[in-house]
Structures are given as C-alpha cells and as structure tokens.
C-alpha cells in the first residue's frame, strides 16, 4: 500500500520547496504531478534549439546575502543555479507609443532613484517618497526581510489601500506614475483593485537586484527534486489526482485518474484551492468555506509568442521591455478586444551567457479566458482548425504591434510558437488560465488571501495562492506551510543557520 507521512499535490515551486522542507526533516512525502514534467511554471520548453521559459524569467533580491539567496541557500540551491545579473542600469525598461524615450529601472535602490530621476528631474521628492514606502513595507514583513516574527501579517493599511491611489498622492506626473506602475504584468494589476503591498514587495524584490537563468529556469525544480530524492521523498509525475476522499472529517488518500490511492497522514495542496476542493465531496466541506474558495476571483490570463530568431540577427540585451501603446498602464489588462494588445512584456534569451544576439524572444500580453471560452471543451492538440486560425491571427495582430515598437522585427524571426489561456489552463490545471492564481484586491481583503491551513484539519495548502504568487512569495509561502507543521521559530532558525 502506498503510506506516507505527507502527500503533496502538484509539484510546482511551493510543492517541490515545501517536500524538501519536511523531507529534509525526516518525514516520508510524496509529491503526485499530473504532468510529465515537474515543476509547474518552473518548466521550459525546447523550440528550433531556444530553451523558453514558461513562467519564471526573472528573480529578484537574489545578491549575496539577500533575501531570495538566503532562502536558496537553505534549499542548497546557490551552488548549483546558472544565473546572470541583469543590466545594472536597465534590468527593466517601460516605453510608450509616441515618447522615443525609455524609462530604465536601474539595480539598487540609490541607482533606481538616480535614473529615473535623470527623466524626471522635478519629481525627486515623489521618488523619494515612493521609494521609501517600497522599503517601509517590505522591511515591515519579517519574512520578506528574512526575520523571524510570531506575527508575519501585512499591517492592514497595506491590503487595503491601493497603489495607484499612492502614485496619486506623491505625483501629479502622468508620466512618471505610468512608469512607476509600469511592471504591472508582474502581478497583474488592476488600477481598481491592486494593493500597495503587492506592488512594493514585489517591485521591492526586483530593484534589490535582478537575475535571470541561463539555461532556463527548471534548474530550479530538477535540483530540488535531486535533493528531495536524496532524503527519501518520493515524486511521480504523470499521476494525477481526481478526488480527495474524505472519512471522519479527513483525507484519507488522495486518488489518481488512474484509480491508484496514496494514503497519508496529511495532506498538502499546491494546486489552486478552488481545484483542491473540487476534488472533494461538496457536501464534506463547510458550506461557508466552500462557497468562499469557489468564488474566489483570480488574476487575467495571458497570451505568450515564443519566437526563435534567425543567427546573429537581433542584438541581445539584457533587461525586460514592458511596452505600452497608452499612458495609462492599467487600462492594459481591461482591453477591449478591438484594441487587443494594448501592452507587451518582451523578453529577449540568449544560448551563452556571454552571446552579442538574441537566440529568442518571449513576448507576453494579457488575454481574457472569454476569448478562448468556445473552445474550453477542447484539450492540447485537439483544438481543431478554428482555433488554429485563431491563434494564427492574433500572433500577427502582435507582431503588428510589437512592430510600431521595433520597426521590422519579423526580418529576424526564424518562427513563431504561441500560447493562449486553454495553454495554461490545461497546462498547470488551474480553471481559466489564470496567471497567478488570485487575485489581491484591497476592496476585498479577506478574499484574497488564504492561510496554509484549511478547514479540513488534515489539509494544507501551498504555492502562490497562499502568501504571494512570484518566486519569493512561493519561497515564503512554502517555509509558511511548513511551519504549520514545524513551528515557524523552529523552521526559521534552522534556515538561519544555513547562511
Ligand atoms: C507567464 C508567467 C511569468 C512569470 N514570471 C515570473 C518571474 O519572472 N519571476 C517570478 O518570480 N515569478 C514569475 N511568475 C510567477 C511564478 O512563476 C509563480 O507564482 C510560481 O511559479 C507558482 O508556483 P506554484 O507553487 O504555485 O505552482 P504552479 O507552478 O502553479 O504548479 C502547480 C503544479 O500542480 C500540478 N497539478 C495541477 N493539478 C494537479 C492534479 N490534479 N494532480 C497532480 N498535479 C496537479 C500542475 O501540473 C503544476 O505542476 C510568472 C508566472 C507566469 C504564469
């Protein structure tokens, strides 16, 4: 029989780190992936000898002694990952249709302030203001700045107000607050609805210091996976669970579309939680809870052109372009289908680290789960021609647009792949594609975020519906989950004593 002390589902970052976390410490997990490969959006893909990324491009506050490297450092993964600093002066860079200048954000905070100060040299009070609040909020989450606290909560002000009203209060500056908020697709955000937590945390990460993989970034699934192994944890991929059987308030195995059950004493979800609790008899789980999980509002999809470049063509650079055709970044995830792309996030690869052109280019664009939703009954490859055509003209309606950006840039394409929600949805198994899972809303706090305990008392989620979506969100949400096992003073102390 298949016995376990923990069987974990999905092995997306938080699945793998949270399995390293509690095999390291001597329990027996198991971690059942649906898919072939592990690592949820961790993965990359092969195209014409480009290695793509499928979700993680970059990480941020990942210097040495920074909080990303020493949380990698506990999961002994600072040795092993292939990264590259990004551009000190340009990891990320925001332009607009029409304004021939581009916005830099530079490595470092005294850097950050200094560049963009150099386009807006009337609004250094804004900027010293906007980024003190970044560091006041990040610098206030024990976790994220690698303390320990029994109270790890954001202080309420912070979920419940919203960054754009902050951009308001410090500038009047059209500009300067569109290209303050012009990273918006690193957490979705929506003008109405967006927190000034999420914002600073993350853009907070990012500024500290950015890196991107070389070779991609599953490194990081693969080694985790090598060290679960290493302690005695089991990880099967191709398994997929359908149904969470439940007696006497609690699971009591998790069973596989294959009809195989794996029984445990616990249980712990890396999947979003509306999936997790639709793989549990309705009727087993409070109404109040269930209707709470069910409708819970989730970030927008997004549609993804990865393009591999002919040889020596496209100069390579070293930072991310987030591309707007208006000033008014927040309008970009409510498009109206006829203006569709109204932004992109365009990501040039490289083969070697040390290569003068590009290999590929990933470029990402928000798009609504409706405009895929007639052919939701449909799975990968089965699609038929419809949807084909569909895909076919809305890569041209991009590359359209990322032309008026980059005058003639199919001259260096060798070929095009594309991604829509259906992709993702199917992919990871998250409902409608959903980009980050849910959606932190400062109108409605308390349903955008869960707590790693469920009120199934043998059941624990993880990943990025619990803490924060994004690499060191997931980190901290997966040391989190632990905890509610290990205890969190515990648990902290022993990832201390590894840097
Ligand atoms: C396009 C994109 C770009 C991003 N870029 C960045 C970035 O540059 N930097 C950054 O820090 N973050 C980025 N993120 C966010 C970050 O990648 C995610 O927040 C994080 O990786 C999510 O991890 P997770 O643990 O929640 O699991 P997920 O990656 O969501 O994995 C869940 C896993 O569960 C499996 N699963 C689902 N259902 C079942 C089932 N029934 N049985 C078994 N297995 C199942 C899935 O196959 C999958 O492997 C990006 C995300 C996206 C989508």
Known sequence: MNKFDFVIIGSGLGGLQTAYILSKEGFNVCVLEKNKKLGGVTQNFVRDGVVFDTGIHYIGSYDKGQVLHNYFKYFNLTEKLLVKKMDENAFDVVSFDNDENEYAYANGYDNFRR???????????????????LQEISNSLPLFNFEYSNNVSPKIEYITHGISDFLDS??????????????????????????????????????????????????????????????????????????????????????????????????????????????????????????????VENT?????????????????????????????????????????????????TQKNANDKYANGVNVITYMKFEEVQKWADTSVNKRGDEYLAFKHKKEEQFLDAIELKLPNFRKHIKNVYSSTPLTVRDYIGCGDGSMYGIMKNFNNPLSSYFTPKTKVPNLLLTGQNTVLHGVLGVTIGSVLTSSEVLGLEYLFNKIRNTI
Not at 119 to 126: D, S
Request: charged share 20%; glycine share 4%.
């Open 115 to 133: 560049t963009i100060i150099e386009k807006f040299p009337k609004e250094k009070l804004a900027l010293e203001k906007y980024t003190a609040i």
């Open 170 to 295: 410090i500038t009047k500056n059209e500009r300067l607050k569109n290209v303050l908020a012009g990273t918006n697709m690193l957490y979705a955000g929506e003008k109405n609805k967006t927190p000034i937590y999420a914002h600073s945390v993350i853009n907070n990460s990012f500024i500290n210091s950015s890196y991107k993989f070389n070779g991609g970034s599953e490194q990081i699934a693969n080694e985790l996976a090598n060290s679960i192994k290493s302690f005695g944890g089991t990880i099967l991929t191709r398994t997929e669970v359908n149904k969470l059987e439940i007696t006497e308030r609690k699971i009591d195995f998790a069973q596989t579309t294959t009809g195989e059950k794996f029984f445990a004493d616990n249980f712990i979800s890396n999947i979003h939680p509306k999936q997790t609790f639709g793989l549990i008899s309705r009727e087993k789980v409070r109404k109040s809870y269930y209707n709470r999980v069910v409708n």
């Open 300 to 348: 927008i999809s997004y549609f993804n052109l990865y393009i591999t470049l002919k040889e020596n063509s496209f100069e390579y650079k070293n930072s991310n372009y987030f591309h707007y055709k208006e000033n008014n970044v927040w309008v970009a995830s409510s498009y109206s289908i006829g203006k569709w792309p109204q932004f992109f996030m365009f990501i040039p």
